[in-house]
């Protein structure tokens, strides 16, 4: 459920009137609403309320301050995968004892930063991490407090750039190797063992998955505390998928992943940390574009957007569907008729939907590309030098611009001619 509804005709963000928005802020942008990303973090919250646990929110997904500051003043955790992601969590407020440290590579000046700027805890992926981790801490004077990312050898059944939970996957160690890696950290001065991380994949769309990771979660958990090791935390990961197409079947809800959780690791005493990204943030943005032409083709017609792949990658990269519904809506008896969908970018790809059925647009009308909210932002790039988007938030019947379109002088100016030349 989200926030973004029409009201007379007009498509609105909470109270405000996405049209106008575009007025004033210019097209393409992001638009987030507060109220969709509160209600989507605390159904988190609220599934997991039977016992002690932290909802870190996977930044990765959507990343502005703005979006981390609501969650975090909300009371989210962080899970971040980089130094930059750790900084722009610190710089939104977000304390060091609410962020976690995952990411399959992560190098010495990194763990540094964390080390030095305080951490909840650092998911460790492989055992030559797991040393330069120590050897980091122990010069520091610190304990590093970790977990280990197990890789369960699961089948999410998910897009294959997205699934991480099976053995050709380069993530977190393979669950059979388990015990031998946990001896060898309890060994290493810088480190203190405080319990096991799991992170299948993305958008998953069924429970099962889940459930049979954190089966084998449950059980690594038994097998370490008789070898010895204190295991207090479970890190379970994110990927908790949502509904891109309405006539899709809804996935699951946060409650029944919670009662999940609870039912297969809840009788452990442990404290549960869960890292969604996209189901907090996917359907609290969308993307508005303006047609700058539709152009007849051959038997067939082409929208052709201000907003393009550069903007937003899913279509390109994951052949991810996203709905496009019209700012201001159609007639209830209009006729649909099939679209191509593109943007201007020099490549086939720049294409977001072909033989799409919408109600009859011409130049110059709004369309809004529906759960934009995560991996759109984060993922855009200046390629056909193309400013990055603009990014909007609301809340209520206001609105602020929270990354203000550059000018293409401040783009341009970031290339520095040698002297000799
Ligand atoms: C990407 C990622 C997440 C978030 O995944 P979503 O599908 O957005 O919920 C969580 N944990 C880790 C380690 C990740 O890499």
Excluded at 67 to 81: P, Q
Excluded at 226 to 244: K, N, V
Aim: charged residues 25%; glycine residues 10%; aromatic residues 6%.
């Amino acid at each position: 459920m989200d926030h973004f509804l029409y009201r007379d005709g007009r498509l609105m963000a909470e109270d405000v009137d996405v049209a106008e928005i575009a007025a004033s802020v210019g097209t393409p942008f992001y638009l987030y609403s507060t109220a969709t990303l509160l209600r989507h973090y605390q159904l988190f919250d609220e599934a997991l309320s039977w016992g002690p646990h932290l909802v870190c929110y996977a930044m990765k997904a959507a990343s502005n301050q703005a979006i981390l500051k609501t969650l975090g003043d909300a009371g989210a955790g962080m899970d971040v995968v980089s130094g930059g992601e750790y900084a722009r969590a610190k710089a939104a407020g977000v304390p060091g004892d609410r962020i976690v440290f995952s990411g399959v590579g992560k190098t010495e000046e990194e763990i540094r930063l964390a080390l030095e700027g305080g951490i909840r805890q650092f998911n460790v992926e492989s055992e030559p991490e797991m040393r330069v981790l120590s050897q980091v801490a122990e010069s520091l004077g610190v304990l590093a407090p970790i977990t280990i990312r197990v890789n369960p050898d699961v089948d999410a059944k998910t897009h294959a750039k997205i699934a991480t939970g099976k053995s050709e996957n380069k993530f977190g160690i393979p669950i059979a190797k388990a015990r031998a890696v946990y001896a060898e950290a309890a060994r290493l001065r810088g480190l203190k063992v405080i319990g096991i991380d799991v992170h299948i994949g993305s958008q998953l769309t069924q429970l099962e998955p889940f459930e049979l990771a954190y089966q084998k979660v449950a059980e690594l958990t038994e097998q370490l505390r008789a070898d010895g090791h204190e295991i207090s935390r479970l890190d379970l990961g994110g990927g908790l998928g949502i509904p891109y197409a309405r006539s899709n079947e809804a996935p699951p809800l946060p409650t029944d992943y919670g009662a999940l959780v609870q039912r297969t690791v809840g009788h452990l005493g442990c404290e549960i940390e869960i890292e969604p990204g996209r189901l907090i943030a996917g359907n609290a943005g969308i993307l508005v574009s303006r047609v700058i032409y539709v152009k007849e083709g051959e038997g067939r017609k082409f929208l052709i957007l201000d907003g393009a792949m550069n903007d937003l990658i899913r279509p390109a990269m994951y052949d991810a569907h996203h709905e496009i519904v019209p700012v201001v809506e159609a007639a209830a008896a209009a006729e649909l008729s099939p679209y191509d969908i593109v943007g201007p970018v020099c490549e086939s790809g720049d294409t977001f939907a072909k033989g799409r059925l919408m109600p009859p647009l011409s130049d110059g009308d709004l369309v809004a590309f529906r759960s934009a909210g995560a991996y759109g932002a984060v993922m855009a790039s200046e390629y056909n030098t193309r400013p990055l988007v603009p990014e909007v938030m609301v809340n209520g019947d206001q609105f602020a611009v929270i990354r203000q379109r550059p000018t293409f002088d401040e783009i341009i100016n970031r290339d520095t001619i040698p002297e000799w030349l």
